[in-house]
């Protein structure tokens, strides 16, 4: 029977390939969150004022369309107008609804560092 030795070149190639395999995970991540938003620039006719997750699938969103606000209410099955307001109820700000993996990463990072 032979035994197997693992020595210092194995080791060392294992650490590489997990780096490499670590490192196109991150880029990916990266390429993907840069890729998702850049076709939302502030030129948009509708913009998404706020929005409020109440189950897995349901939510509101306060939409802003031609300097008017609607209440949106969207389920799995359908999108339906709930309410249209004539004055605007919040000032516009920048809605991001899910953050991005870099976002993600820098967070279990920071929180692994404490």
Do not use: C
């Not at 998702?36 to 939409?63: M, Q, T």
């Not at 609607?70 to 991001?96: C, M, W, Y």
């Amino acid at each position: 029977m032979e035994n197997s030795v693992i020595d210092g070149a194995d080791i060392l190639s294992l650490g590489a390939s997990m780096l490499i395999v670590v490192g196109a995970v991150i880029a990916l991540g990266w390429l993907y969150s840069r890729m998702r938003f850049s076709g939302s620039g502030s030129g948009d006719v509708i913009n998404i004022v706020a929005s409020r997750a109440l189950g897995p699938k349901e939510r509101l969103l306060l939409v802003e369309v031609a300097d008017q606000q609607l209440l949106v209410g969207i389920t799995a099955s359908q999108v339906r107008t709930l309410h249209t307001f004539d004055k605007p109820v919040v000032a516009e700000q920048v809605i991001n609804e899910a953050p991005g993996f870099a976002d993600r990463l820098r967070a279990a990072v920071r929180g692994a560092a404490k």
